[in-house]
């Protein structure tokens, strides 16, 4: 559906031994690596999604400035100025909670709360944002030609993988409660 320039295969691997020697770490290492991957992940698809809907943000507000209706560019029309001010708003404070996990990792922090806010948040905003940038594009925006459609369907898997916007919630509320 999306992410075409991904590609994503499945690996099966089936009746593999691997000697003891060869392991990375004690037993019971593996999941607590695995997470610390995963949090660190999550800050890459909370940039990747900051990414696509920055992108459609650009895309629809160029059109806007272009495209007339009722003898005006449609930028000037209140309710495509309020879509493109919010989308500005929403892209900026998504922005913020990158660059603020991001910090945290650098200092070495615990970024599993940060991570998943920004996550969480980045790909509501991918979504809302390709959406929007569709709609603004009118009948133009589900066509390649104008590739906000692409966008739209690449933002999507940001709200899935590394952890459903549902399991980020989980992991949010989690650390709120300690």
Do not use: W
């Not at 999306?2 to 691997?18: A, E, M, P, Y």
């Not at 449609?74 to 919010?86: C, G, M, R, T, V």
């Not at 900026?92 to 909670?97: G, S, V």
Request: aromatic share 8%; proline share 1%; glycine share 8%.
């Amino acid at each position: 559906m999306g992410i075409r320039g991904s590609d994503t295969h499945s690996l099966i691997f089936n009746n593999v031994k691997v000697p003891k020697e060869n392991r990375i770490g004690a037993d019971g290492f593996g999941f607590n690596f695995a997470m610390a991957v995963l949090n660190g992940g999550r800050i890459g698809i909370a940039s990747q999604a900051l990414g696509i809907a920055s992108g459609a943000y650009e895309l629809a507000l160029k059109y806007a400035k272009t495209r007339k209706a009722f003898k005006t560019e449609i930028i000037n029309h209140q309710a495509i100025a309020f879509k493109l001010a919010d989308m500005a708003t929403q892209i900026t404070a998504a922005r913020m909670l990158c660059f603020k996990a991001a910090c945290e990792k650098d200092a070495g922090k615990d970024i599993s709360e940060s991570g998943a806010m920004a996550k969480l948040y980045s790909s509501q905003v991918a979504m809302d944002t390709t959406i929007e940038a569709v709609q603004i594009h009118g009948g133009y925006g589900y066509v390649k030609e104008y590739h906000v459609e692409r966008l739209m369907r690449d933002a999507k898997i940001t709200q899935i993988y590394e952890g459903t916007s549902e399991i980020q919630k989980i992991v949010i509320s989690r650390s709120i409660a300690k």
